[in-house]
């Protein structure tokens, strides 16, 4: 997917005096330094919220630049501006960029990081970014799915393991009306158990789970139904609650 904005970073980069090159990227300053888009993150994907544009044009810049280099580091750019002294960014802006990266048919592996260790791990942002990517719209999600709305929430709701249980739970619930997302709600519901600062309820998360319409032999279900329903809400608070529901399902 390339686009408008991924142009307009690519310009605004070369106005940097940093090109792309076959094997990287290079800057007018140390021309025989070849650089990673990492790299090139670091150094100067902060400087687009220094340029004279408005607000919204920052923003936009800001993610035609994370299209351009595909560093998650440019999501760490976008978020320090908003905690920083001229934001917060506009957020009709910000949540369509992240939606829109959502529903690309491409590798969307920045966002989803972005969103699970940055707005979904924090609590003070991690509802309101699960309503804007996918909480806000899962009805007309479920009742007009398209191509691109399913990929979005695929990808949500993979890496929501974060997001705490009473956010979640209805979008979770309406998910579950569409055998199309049954799959990434599994996912979901295992990585609340797993992750570091996953949330869930045992009860109403193994309810849940005995709605999904999933193949018997799915990795990790059996497991997980054992866990759930010995009331366990987290590997990490339950030592040992895992292996030994592996052990008892092999």
């Known amino acids: 997917m390339k686009t408008g904005s991924e142009g ?7 106005d940097q005096g940093v090109s792309q090159v076959p094997d990287g990227w290079v800057s007018d300053e140390k021309p025989d330094t070849l650089l990673t888009a990492n790299e090139v993150a670091h150094a100067w994907a902060g400087d687009v919220f220094a340029e004279d544009l408005d607000a919204a044009d920052r923003v936009r810049l800001a993610f035609g630049l994370l299209d351009l280099l595909d560093d998650y580091w440019v999501t760490c750019e976008i978020r320090f501006a908003n905690e920083g002294a001229e934001g917060p960014l ?12 959502l ?8 966002v989803t990081y972005s969103l699970w260790v940055d707005w979904f791990e924090d609590p003070a942002t991690s509802a309101t970014a699960f309503a804007e990517v996918l909480g806000d719209d899962i009805d007309r999600v ?8 399913l990929l979005r929430a695929r990808r949500v709701l993979e890496c929501s ?4 249980w009473t956010v979640k739970e209805p979008t979770y619930r309406t998910a579950v009306r569409l055998p199309a997302l049954h799959a990434a709600v599994f996912r ?3 990585a609340g158990f797993h992750d570091v600062y996953g949330d869930l309820e045992p009860g109403a998360a193994l309810a849940l789970l005995g709605r999904l319409d999933l193949p018997a032999d799915t990795r990790h279900l059996a497991g997980l139904r054992q866990v759930l329903g010995a009331g366990h809400k987290n590997h990490h608070r339950s030592p040992g609650a895992w292996d030994e529901a592996v052990r008892s399902c092999s």
């Open 103 to 110: 529903e690309a048919d491409r590798d969307a592996e920045p």
């Open 161 to 164: 393991g974060p997001v705490p």
């Open 142 to 149: 479920v009742a007009e799915p398209t191509e691109a709305v």
């Open 8 to 14: 307009a970073a690519r310009r605004w980069l070369a």
């Open 188 to 190: 979901g519901l295992l």
């Open 90 to 101: 506009p957020s009709d802006v910000l949540w369509d960029g992240y939606r829109r990266r």
